[in-house]
């Protein structure tokens, strides 16, 4: 996997370079892509009035993780939309049963790390390089409005952000096409004219065969995924987003 990443980033097609030249906007999927999803649990279990979380707390974000992006598919599958913070609730309820956790102030602290997840290490670096380059940044997410405000002020990203886009806007979850229109209506450009990042490979894949340049943040290594469109770049972190456009 690691030729490929290097393959990927040092030696792209040509089709694929032109991709960014056109760039003028660059968008940010939030959860596991600007903001580290692990976080909470992983903070929660330094603490010691959560020592059962010490051995277990990345299976329990894993889990929490996993059953959030399920809940969004299901739910947009069946017309049952409800909220992401009422999703994240319940996708961490489903997770802490999964593992035998039965504690209410846990819960509570849980919930409320969520809310102001650590943004990874280069991300205000990256984002403020962008902004000197002259581009539009901005952030479309699945988080309400309020998820992302408190996310972005806590990561201290504010004035490196021009919006921050939520499903909220059109009533359904990524990847539907309405959720990408939300990017043209708000900044008055062409996809071919957004440079989309996401952690989620299902997302940059969609995102492309949306129109977008796009990049796949692949922290864990992962395959690339099976569906219509493909990320035109695959990186491991942030860092080299400015260097695109």
Not at 35 to 40: I, K, L, P, R, T
Not at 113 to 140: C, D, F, H, N, W
Request: include cysteine; glycine fraction near 6%; charged fraction near 20%.
């Amino acid at each position: 996997m690691g030729l490929v990443l290097r393959m990927t980033l040092d030696r792209p097609a040509p089709a694929r370079q032109s991709k960014f030249m056109s760039i003028t906007t660059c968008i940010f999927d939030a959860y596991g892509t600007l903001f580290d999803v692990s976080a909470a649990a992983r903070q929660a279990a330094e603490t010691p009035e959560n020592a059962t979380l010490k051995e277990n707390w990345p299976q329990l974000a894993e889990a929490w993780r996993r059953k959030q992006l399920e809940y969004t598919w299901l739910r947009t599958i069946a017309g049952t939309h409800i909220d992401f913070w009422q999703i994240t609730q319940d996708s961490l309820d489903w997770a802490m049963e999964a593992h035998g956790l039965h504690d209410a102030r846990m819960r509570r602290v849980l919930l409320d790390l969520y809310r102001e997840l650590a943004a990874y290490p280069e991300v205000p670096k990256m984002l403020r390089q962008l902004k000197r380059l002259g581009m539009s940044t901005g952030i479309l997410s699945n988080g309400t409005p309020d998820m992302l405000s408190a996310a972005v002020s806590s990561a201290g990203i504010t004035q490196d952000l021009d919006a921050c886009l939520s499903v909220e806007s059109c009533g359904i979850f990524k990847p539907h096409i309405s959720v990408y229109d939300l990017v043209s209506d708000h900044y008055g450009c062409t996809p071919g004219e957004v440079l989309f990042v996401s952690s989620n490979g299902w997302d940059a894949a969609h995102a492309a065969a949306y129109g977008f340049a796009t990049v796949w943040v692949n922290r864990a290594g992962d395959p690339i995924d099976r569906l219509p469109g493909q990320p035109h770049r695959v990186m491991t972190d942030l860092t080299q987003i400015p260097e695109l456009v």
